[in-house]
């Protein structure tokens, strides 16, 4: 932000983080879970926070690392938070009584609060085939959400992607694209002292 125009890296900005609140107990068929006493229910159980995105200071600039070690701190403690778990019976409560359209239009009211939207998914460390064809690569993100940014990222044979959809006519993304990869490369320089190859 602070590239396009001076001083809008103070600009207050949240975002929202949903964070997968499923138990994993081993894999289940789809016929386990929708019994009445499953022991890992079908549907997603999920979670969100909002993480205030830190400002960005004279400092940040000259070491982008400090940046990153406040935006982790932050998350963290927010992870840690009592306030996840409240959120999450919350949302199991309102379903139970009120039924999924009330969740929903809950969950809609709280992302047009929001700057900008990340998920993550870990996904398999073997390679996948779908209809005997390998799958080279794979990303996600979230659409229909009332954010003018929604990041997915996605782990995949050991790679990381990342996956973002802008509002159409309020965010270039050409622009955006560029920035990003301008802010990856001074993170990756400061950490490891040398720029990183180019992706593929």
Do not use: C
């Given at each position: 932000?602070?590239?396009?125009?001076?001083?809008?890296?103070?600009?207050?900005?949240?975002?929202?983080?949903?964070?997968?609140?499923?138990?994993f107990g081993g894999y289940k068929s789809v016929q386990e879970m929708v019994k009445p006493d499953?022991?890992?229910?079908?549907?997603?159980?999920?979670a969100f926070m909002s993480v205030s995105i830190p400002k960005l200071s004279a400092s940040d600039?000259?070491?982008?690392?400090?940046?990153?070690?406040?935006?982790?701190?932050?998350?963290?403690?927010?992870r840690s938070?009592?306030?996840v778990f409240l959120t999450a019976k919350y949302l199991q409560l309102v379903r139970?009584?009120?039924?999924?359209?009330?969740?929903?239009k809950h969950l809609h009211g709280t992302l047009k609060n929001t700057s900008l939207g990340i998920t993550n998914v870990i996904g398999p460390m073997e390679q996948m085939a779908l209809a005997n064809h390998p799958v080279?690569?794979?990303?996600?993100?979230?659409?229909?959400?009332?954010?003018?940014?929604?990041?997915?990222?996605?782990?995949?044979?050991?790679k990381l992607r990342v996956a973002a959809l802008v509002e159409k006519d309020f965010i270039d993304p050409q622009n955006?694209?560029?920035?990003?990869?301008?802010?990856f490369?001074?993170?990756?320089?400061?950490?490891?002292?040398?720029?990183p190859s180019p992706a593929n």
């Open positions: 932000m602070e590239t396009v125009k001076q001083g809008s890296g103070k600009a207050r900005t949240t975002s929202l983080v949903l964070l997968n609140t499923r138990m499953a022991e890992v229910p079908w549907g997603n159980h999920f600039v000259k070491d982008p690392l400090q940046f990153v070690w406040k935006a982790r701190k932050v998350i963290q403690r927010k938070s009592f306030a139970k009584f009120r039924g999924p359209e009330a969740v929903s080279k690569g794979l990303y996600f993100v979230v659409t229909g959400a009332p954010q003018s940014l929604m990041t997915g990222v996605l782990s995949y044979m050991g955006f694209k560029f920035h990003m990869q301008n802010a490369d001074m993170i990756f320089k400061a950490a490891f002292g040398a720029s």
